[in-house]
């Protein structure tokens, strides 16, 4: 039977011909990661169950991010923990400013095309960036896959969604994402297996593709899949990836969903405060106030997006009264960054920059919130009520170019309208 590639995955970790939507299958997991939010429970639920041996904690990383620095002391006491559990158990650890659990599973080589990878994180979903099925779970299901190397899914239906055309310049993935969002609505596409293709996905660079695929999360994805092409094994390569088994749809493949967009004729969008799905092309949008602008978190921290914010605000100034924070997704990425001129460009604009990890995007350790009344426009993939650390203040989202040219002007703006910021990577050559 013609299957699509999540269906292929699944079949071949559950060690079956082939499985179907609906399908409850025990599949064999690849990789597993824990971060710390979520580590108190898996810890707890190593203990419940006795588990002196964990045959496969191996392949899990724990990942201290969330809380990174911690806050307070119940964070640093969790902090310790996950370091000693990780020593005992020769598990993979990335410590304080080391990135995000999304960003540093790749980076780290421990996932490859074909996997089945699992993580304590709704944005587990990125990975399908790489052609693997990486999808979130609970603490205590990555306990299990410690123990036992497996996981229990039920096998997901698949939609097939053809970006068409080339995206223009100022135009990035994160439009895309955000114009999914205010076309299906935020859970639109529940429990489903997004496989991403056409000419578009084809001429992305790896960083926007990681921004497809993470945004899935927000649409209910239960994973977000692109085919692997000669950008993606290179990519892997260059990471110390194991051996790629990059998987395609087959023909006649079923979807419960085909979807066909034209990507040449997007403009930049923003998601309006509080809410993920109400969004509108930036050009829509009059004279909007801003006081906080945020580029960075799992979705819009990568290299491209520093440099995209970078090329619009070199040699210039954020505007007076704006505050605008960067958060790289990880060390590796602030080094490169640096290397590249990039950061010493956004610190002389006015920018602040915190270290590599979530708490900015969730308000946990950030040291530079909004104000009461006052409008953020951020680049992460959330934008509710208290997401930045203040419940009484509005929070806009747009990609790294809009949340920059924004910055520049005090306003919401359409970064095509900015006279300089010529960095384009070749989707728009």
């Known amino acids: 039977m013609p299957s699509t590639i999540a269906e292929k995955i699944l079949a071949r970790h559950a060690g079956v011909a082939e499985v179907q939507p609906g399908d409850i299958v025990v599949a064999d997991v690849d990789f597993a990661m824990v971060h710390d939010a979520r580590a108190p429970n898996a ?23 969330h809380y990174s620095p911690p806050p307070n002391l119940a964070a640093a006491q969790t902090h310790t923990a996950m370091r000693e559990f990780a020593g005992t158990h020769g598990s993979p650890l990335y410590d304080i400013g080391d990135g995000i659990c999304h960003q540093v599973l790749p980076e780290g080589g421990h996932l490859t095309c074909g996997d089945l990878v699992v993580g304590t994180d709704t944005h587990s979903v990125t990975y399908g960036a790489f052609n693997a099925f990486g999808t979130g779970v609970e603490g205590s299901d990555v306990t299990a896959v410690m123990k036992t190397g497996k ?18 310049p100022g135009v990035w993935a994160k439009d895309i994402t955000l114009h999914m969002l205010g076309r299906f609505g ?9 496989e991403y ?8 660079e790896i960083d926007d593709r990681m921004t497809l695929a993470n945004h899935a999360a927000e649409l209910g994805a239960k994973a977000a899949l692109l085919e692997a092409d000669d950008k993606t094994l290179a990519w892997l390569a260059a990471h110390g990836a194991r051996a790629p088994r990059p998987v395609s749809a087959d023909a006649g493949a079923r979807y419960a969903h ?11 969008q923003v998601a309006r405060r509080h809410e993920v799905d109400d969004v509108v092309p930036v050009t829509g949008i009059e004279r909007q106030k801003i006081n906080f602008a945020l580029i960075g978190t799992c979705t819009n921290g990568r290299l491209d997006d ?16 704006v505050r605008m924070i960067v958060t790289p997704a990880s060390r590796k990425i602030y080094l490169e960054a640096a290397r590249e001129g990039l950061i010493e460009i956004l610190t002389a604009a006015g920018a602040s920059f915190e270290a590599a990890g979530c708490g900015t995007c969730v308000g946990i350790t ?15 993939n959330r934008n509710f009520r208290g997401r930045l650390g203040n419940h009484e203040a509005e929070i806009w989202l747009g990609s790294a170019a809009t949340v920059a040219a924004s910055a520049l002007t005090g306003y919401i703006t359409d970064p095509r309208t900015v006279d300089g910021g010529e960095w384009r990577p070749s989707h728009a050559r």
């Open 151 to 168: 996981v229990w899914l039920r096998v997901p239906e698949s939609a097939r969604v053809e970006l068409t055309g080339r995206l223009q």
């Open 258 to 268: 085909r979807v066909s967009i034209d990507a040449a004729a997007l403009a930049p």
């Open 306 to 321: 520093i440099r995209q914010a970078a090329a619009i605000l070199k040699g210039r100034k954020l505007a007076r009264g």
């Open 366 to 380: 950030n040291h530079l919130i909004p104000g009461d009344k006052e409008v953020a426009i951020s680049s992460a």
């Open 43 to 65: 810890i707890r639920m190593v203990d419940k169950m006795g588990a002196e041996q964990l045959p496969f904690a191996t392949r899990t990383a724990w990942v201290l991010d």
């Open 197 to 204: 293709v056409g000419s578009a996905v084809s001429a992305m």
């Open 186 to 194: 935020a859970e639109g596409l529940n429990y489903l297996a997004i």
